[in-house]
């Protein structure tokens, strides 16, 4: 069988390791060929595309990035642009096509899939927070990434006697900063899913140094919200970045904003540090190449047993099938059991989790 893969979105440490299992699994067992699509959904809107093979994926299992390039492409915000993407695997005698990519790629997926086009899902974000899948692989990478930097910035604040909040990813879900911040032992985790009230984060860096404590450490999510909705640095990015086609603004600067706050009500000398797309670049950790692995030879798989408008999915520790429609309904937040593991770290009683589902 003749099939496309396409990657989109933001890219994320693993998605060269799937591609490689997709091709390798569908050489040696079913004696497909392929066609990658460049540049996520761009490639197929406007028939980008380059020769995938066994010689072609050769190497690529830890690199980072994506050898098929990757693009916030939305085909349904042009005209034809469904239709476009359809004519073009018929072009290429694609008889189904696999889109590796978040919620953004995976909702096209979905649409080209009510469209008649027999597409396969697999689940990628270092967020974390796809629906319909426990995680996603490049989450564990992120993850390691951020603590790794969480503990260095413990040294030079202690050393200060600082305040230092460090901001993450994470635009709808506090996943890297849940994690990375019990990992770290963070003093404050901040996330989406909990709007926070800024005096009461002032009053709890205020206690522990009046324990005797002389530095803190607070991990913030870009998309973490004041809980009296003034999101005043996320209002000047969309004004200055604008959306991406998906309607996205791009985030970032909640950290500054934080921390400059947090130095006003304490008296405590305070510093942030943004991570950005230091999280999402470089090698994937071995869990996410294993779990890319997975992936991909779920997928494959799937094409031949014919479960098409699927999403490869994690399910405890198997790989198994759920409909796209599903895992793009909705973006999955923190557990409320993950939520309380981290305030349960933290060495007060006043701060309480509060507005979690
Ligand atoms: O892929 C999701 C994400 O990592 C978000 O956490 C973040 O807001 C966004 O990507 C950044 O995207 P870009 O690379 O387009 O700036």
Same mark, same amino acid.
């Given at each position: 069988?003749?099939?496309?893969?396409?990657?989109?979105?933001?890219?994320?440490?693993?998605?060269?390791?799937?591609?490689?299992?997709?091709?390798?699994?569908?050489?040696?067992?079913?004696?497909?060929?392929?066609?990658?699509?460049?540049?996520?959904?761009?490639?197929?809107?406007?028939?980008?595309?380059?020769?995938?093979?066994?010689?072609?994926?050769?190497?690529?299992?830890?690199?980072?990035?994506?050898?098929?390039?990757?693009?916030?492409?939305?085909?349904?915000?042009?005209?034809?642009?469904?239709?476009?993407?359809?004519?073009?695997?018929?072009?290429?005698?694609?008889?189904?096509?696999?889109?590796?990519?978040?919620?953004?790629?995976?909702?096209?997926?979905?649409?080209?899939?009510?469209?008649?086009?027999?597409?396969?899902?697999?689940?990628?974000?270092?967020?974390?927070?796809?629906?319909?899948?426990?995680?996603?692989?490049?989450?564990?990478?992120?993850?390691?990434?951020?603590?790794?930097?969480?503990?260095?910035?413990?040294?030079?604040?202690?050393?200060?006697?600082?305040?230092?909040?460090?901001?993450?990813?994470?635009?709808?879900?506090?996943?890297?900063?849940?994690?990375?911040?019990?990992?770290?032992?963070?003093?404050?985790?901040?996330?989406?899913?909990?709007?926070?009230?800024?005096?009461?984060?002032?009053?709890?860096?205020?206690?522990?140094?009046?324990?005797?404590?002389?530095?803190?450490?607070?991990?913030?999510?870009?998309?973490?919200?004041?809980?009296?909705?003034?999101?005043?640095?996320?209002?000047?990015?969309?004004?200055?970045?604008?959306?991406?086609?998906? +309607? #996205? $603004?791009?985030? *970032? !600067?909640?950290?500054?904003?934080?921390?400059?706050?947090?130095?006003? =009500?304490? @008296?405590?000398?305070?510093?942030?540090?943004?991570? +950005? #797309? $230091?999280?999402? *670049? !470089?090698?994937?950790?071995?869990?996410?190449?294993?779990?890319?692995? =997975?992936? @991909?030879?779920?997928?494959?798989?799937?094409?031949?047993?014919?479960?098409?408008?699927?999403?490869?999915?994690?399910?405890?520790?198997?790989?198994?099938?759920?409909?796209?429609?599903?895992?793009?309904?909705?973006?999955?937040?923190?557990?409320?059991?993950?939520?309380?593991?981290?305030?349960?770290?933290?060495?007060?009683?006043?701060?309480?989790?509060?507005?979690?589902?």
């Amino acid at each position: 069988m003749r099939i496309g893969v396409l990657t989109g979105g933001g890219d994320c440490p693993g998605l060269n390791a799937v591609i490689r299992a997709v091709v390798r699994k569908g050489t040696f067992h079913y004696e497909d060929g392929f066609v990658g699509f460049m540049e996520g959904w761009r490639g197929l809107l406007e028939d980008k595309t380059m020769e995938l093979d066994l010689s072609s994926v050769g190497g690529i299992l830890p690199r980072g990035g994506t050898i098929l390039r990757t693009s916030r492409t939305n085909p349904a915000k042009y005209p034809d642009g469904l239709q476009r993407c359809a004519g073009n695997l018929r072009k290429h005698g694609c008889e189904a096509l696999i889109a590796i990519g978040g919620d953004d790629t995976l909702s096209v997926a979905e649409k080209l899939f009510a469209n008649g086009v027999k597409v396969i899902g697999v689940p990628k974000t270092i967020d974390n927070d796809l629906a319909g899948t426990d995680f996603t692989f490049g989450f564990d990478t992120a993850v390691n990434i951020a603590t790794e930097a969480i503990d260095r910035v413990h040294t030079t604040a202690e050393a200060h006697n600082r305040v230092i909040v460090v901001e993450v990813m994470g635009r709808a879900a506090g996943w890297i900063a849940t994690y990375s911040g019990i990992a770290g032992g963070a003093d404050v985790i901040l996330v989406p899913e909990v709007p926070f009230d800024i005096e009461q984060v002032a009053e709890l860096i205020r206690q522990r140094h009046a324990r005797g404590r002389y530095f803190s450490i607070v991990v913030a999510a870009e998309g973490a919200k004041f809980a009296d909705g003034n999101e005043k640095h996320a209002e000047a990015s969309a004004l200055q970045a604008g959306r991406d086609e998906f +309607g #996205h $603004i791009r985030l *970032g !600067g909640i950290g500054s904003v934080l921390a400059s706050e947090i130095e006003k =009500r304490t @008296g405590f000398e305070t510093r942030s540090v943004v991570l +950005g #797309h $230091i999280q999402r *670049g !470089g090698s994937p950790t071995a869990y996410d190449r294993v779990l890319a692995t =997975r992936y @991909g030879l779920g997928a494959i798989d799937m094409v031949h047993r014919g479960e098409f408008g699927q999403m490869a999915a994690l399910h405890g520790n198997r790989i198994i099938s759920v409909p796209l429609a599903e895992a793009v309904a909705t973006n999955r937040t923190v557990d409320r059991e993950i939520l309380d593991a981290a305030v349960g770290i933290l060495d007060t009683l006043d701060y309480k989790v509060t507005g979690a589902s």
